[in-house]
T-cell receptor
Framework: QKEVEQNSGPLSVPEGAIASLNCTYS??????FFWYRQYSGKSPELIMF????GDKEDGRFTAQLNKASQYVSLLIRDSQPSDSATYLC????????????FGSGTRLQVQP | DAGITQSPRHKVTETGTPVTLRCHQT?????MYWYRQDPGHGLRLIHY???????DKGEVSDGYSVSRSKTEDFLLTLESATSSQTSVYFC????????????FGPGTRLLVL
């Protein structure tokens, strides 16, 4: 059973701080990694994807991938109260069926 | 929601009743997925489709069936609803050749009494 693990939180950070969200995965053959944001009562929305080791930046968001250690992280700089949501990590299954395995999510609370 | 609609958005039904949820896309994407989301379990794949009339099971497929007779529509049927199928159901789509990036519909909240 392929697994994607996330700390459920809540992770509480003050407004303006850097929020660091982490995810580990079990399938060493996984190639594609995704971060989704989900507000309460809403559907997941894609924030970023990363395929290569290292960092990928998009505005206030930075995804970091370390395949050797099998972890992927998401940094949110200058955190805003509007960033308060659950963040889902997803990993491709490395099979022929193009499916993703999702972690159960980390709830982030940004305190004004 | 990337041109994805789900219907109904909310439904209350009774145990033993068949229920069909519809996912409709306007993106002409090849791949479509049904997930359920429950507290503490994240998103779990029920069934997916890789083309018209081409479907396969996910991790939690027992008690569910699907059909895809047109590219744009993917139907999920609960053959005889049980209380354990009370959940939020999300449809997702993915474009061929764009890795596995998936985009989600707005979801359907189903309550089985």
């Amino acid at each position: 059973q392929k697994e994607v693990e996330q700390n459920s939180g809540p992770l509480s950070v003050p407004e303006g701080a850097i929020a660091s969200l982490n995810c580990t995965y079990s399938d060493r053959g996984s190639q594609s990694f995704f971060w989704y944001r989900q507000y309460s009562g809403k559907s997941p929305e894609l924030i970023m994807f990363i395929y290569s080791n290292g960092d990928k930046e998009d505005g206030r968001f930075t995804a970091q991938l370390n395949k050797a250690s099998q972890y992927v992280s998401l940094l949110i700089r200058d955190s805003q109260p509007s960033d308060s949501a659950t963040y889902l990590c997803a990993v491709n299954e490395n099979t022929g069926r193009r499916a993703l395995t999702f972690g159960s999510g980390t709830r982030l609370q940004v305190q004004p | 929601d990337a041109g994805i609609t789900q219907s109904p958005r909310h439904k209350v039904t009774e145990t033993g009743t068949p229920v069909t949820l519809r996912c409709h896309q306007t993106e002409n994407h090849r791949y479509m997925y049904w997930y359920r989301q429950d507290p503490g379990h994240g998103l779990r794949l029920i069934h997916y489709s890789y083309g018209v009339k081409d479907t396969d099971k996910g991790e939690v497929s027992d008690g569910y069936s699907v059909s895809r007779s047109k590219t744009e529509d993917f139907l999920l049927t609960l053959e005889s609803a049980t209380s354990s199928q009370t959940s939020v159901y999300f449809c997702a789509i993915s474009e061929q050749g764009y890795q596995e990036t998936q985009y989600f519909g707005p979801g359907t909240r189903l309550l089985v009494l």
